[in-house]
């Protein structure tokens, strides 16, 4: 080794050369800004998501379920508890299994187009939440070279942002349709079975519920 290759650069150098750099991308504190701003929607957007599949796979799942400890009897529970929520692939695989229950006329193009949308959503959010951007490209592209071509097993266009970006939305409003879609269906099934077994709305016995535990809070203080 030549005494140039035995040489650690300073502080002062790594700054000279930040700043050599950032001088020779046109309008880099925009891109810079815009992909931050770009990059906490994508993240934002991904929790909403995972939120609502938590909620989803915590209270639904389940019909007509007799907790034998509190007595009580449920029309709708959830097929895991807070405490054992696996991670995003496990949560898709279970979502799936719940939508296929309710609408069990599904084919099995829709079924694997599901699960492939699933898979689409969790490896776009991966790409923007671990993956750098490339500034040198002429498109504002991701970083595609080792150690990030793993990201892009699905689909190598999500190495341009904009592409990226655009399919995620898409995924995104097509995957809300679905809970809302999904959710409706287990309101009307939540109905269905307080008329046929207790003889009233489901409202309406929440309502009493609210007004019987209001009475027993208030006949417990002093």
Do not use: C
Not at 89 to 112: G, N, Q, W
Not at 180 to 202: A, D, P
């Amino acid at each position: 080794m030549d005494k140039k290759e035995k040489e650690i650069p300073t502080i002062e150098d790594m700054k000279k050369e930040a700043l050599k750099f950032a001088e020779s991308i046109p309008n880099l504190k925009e891109k810079h800004q815009w992909m931050t701003e770009i990059r906490g929607n994508v993240i934002e957007f991904s929790i909403i998501i995972e939120e609502s599949f938590n909620e989803i796979i915590t209270r639904t799942g389940k019909e007509l379920v007799f907790n034998h400890e509190k007595e009580e009897l449920y029309l709708i529970a959830g097929i895991r508890t807070k405490k054992d929520l696996p991670g995003f692939t496990t949560k898709s695989r279970d979502m799936k299994k719940l939508i296929e229950k309710i609408f069990p006329e599904l084919e099995e193009v829709s079924k694997s187009n599901l699960l492939d949308a699933f898979k689409k959503f969790e490896a776009i959010r991966d790409i923007f939440a671990h993956v750098p951007i490339n500034w040198r490209s002429s498109e504002l592209e991701f970083d595609d070279n080792p150690p990030y071509y793993h990201f892009f097993y699905l689909n190598h266009k999500w190495k341009n942002v904009f592409a990226a970006l655009s399919e995620f939305m898409s995924i995104h409003k097509w995957i809300i349709d679905v809970i809302l879609t999904y959710n409706r269906h287990i309101l009307l099934s939540q109905e269905l079975y307080s008329r046929i077994l207790l003889g009233k709305s489901f409202s309406a016995i929440s309502e009493e519920a609210k007004k019987s535990n209001t009475s027993v809070n208030e006949k417990k203080s002093p």
